[in-house]
């Protein structure tokens, strides 16, 4: 920055070129592209659906809108468009719409490049400064959006007719920038019109002015389809402005469902006890989200957002870490009953369909116990417990729930030889104690849910107890 140009004259000097924002996007995009670089970091599961899109617009120049149920990292990928921008821009000094010191368009840069010439002050701004961003909102107004009279400046002994005393709203102060609008549909129609000139002519006009403002914005905006027919709807002269609609989506995987959560959860842990969520485990709290998205007892059309995974996969630590508190333990395993926390966390995040009262509670637990056994069928050869079942049909009984020591439970390797081989396929050939006696849990509630053993009580804080079906 040290070595930047401080005026006009200086700049053309050193033979910084201005372009507009759209193509000074679509080269830093090319550049990418080219290098076989994703457009940004962070948004996974989208390589082969989304961003091929998201590339054709950007490539095109378009103005996109985003289609998709929450969750689906609209935002974040709308936010992260800013890293393809120039990291530093020239503006002329003081302007509070980002004026391009070779074609000024505000009065104020205007008057002073013409009474300046080439010393004229010129300011860098970051990247991260020209992004603006509004939640759409039934008051939202056109003064937010484009402006309004300042009445302060008017006081100050302006005249009414003077450009100067206008205030900007936020589209004109993110010109030669990105500016987003989430959740579009919620945006009163007569406010949608006021942003067709955005759209097309590319300009704004502010109350009964003889002005016009040539704006140079990328335009990207959010909605959730349900937003077109519950609580708004976008207008269809404004749908045809946008270049191009891209239709999000949840994880197609329950694999990729799990990378999200590792990225974005924080496994909770105090001093010096220290939490673990085996890949097991991880692998059950996004099949349960999978599972909630094709159940007809859960509402698809508010969808099931992979928030519901992070949080789930957080509960699930923290239960976890209260366990351990409570039984002393310095090293805690999540096991199968701590998932009955996640009714907690669920139940804000999904809309329960169910024809009688009270029954919301069951429904969870009944897709809690199908993830257990779709993972358990994935994840346990059928061979390693056929020993084991036979061990419960000899006479072995379990106990199991969050009041038994880990100790106690991974003793029944002792008790059950034949619980070694499916435990040590689950541990990675870990023997630890803690991460022995989660993996036992786990098999037993799966030879359980298989219909191979039978089970008194339930998996909770009351604790459960496994024996054979004889």
Known sequence: MVNRAST????RASGWESVPVKEEIRRNAVARISAGEPL????LGYEHTVMPQLENALLAGHDVIFLGERGQAKTRMIRSLTGLLDEWMPIVAGSEINDDPYNPVSRHARDLVAELGDDTPVEWVHRDV???EKLATPDTSIADLIGEVDPIK??????LSDELTLHYGLVPRTNRGIFAINEIPDLAERIQVGLLNVLEERDVQIRGYKIRLPLDVLLVASANPEDYTNRGRIITPLKDRFGSQIRTHYPLDAETEMAIMRQEARTPSVGDVQVEIPAYMEHVVATFSQVARSSNQVNQRSGVSVRLSVSNLEVLGANALRRGLRAGERS??????DLSSLAASTSGKVEIEALEEGREGAILENLVKASVLSVFKE???PELTRDV???????????TGADIPSAELASLLDQVPALRGPVLALTGGLESVPAVAAAIEFVLEGLHLSK?????????????????RN
Do not use: I, M, Q, W
């Open 389 to 399: 079942v036979s061990a419960f049909e000899a006479g072995t009984v379990a106990h």
């Open 40 to 43: 940004f970091e962070g948004v």
């Open 130 to 132: 020209r992004f603006g």
């Open 332 to 337: 805690v395993v999540a096991r199968v009953s």
């Open 154 to 159: 008017v006081a100050e002994g302006r005249y």
């Open 379 to 381: 994840v346990v050869p």
């Open 452 to 468: 191979r053993l039978n089970k008194d009580g339930a998996s909770g804080a009351a604790g459960a107890t496994y024996r054979g």
């Open 8 to 11: 006009l004259g200086e700049l």
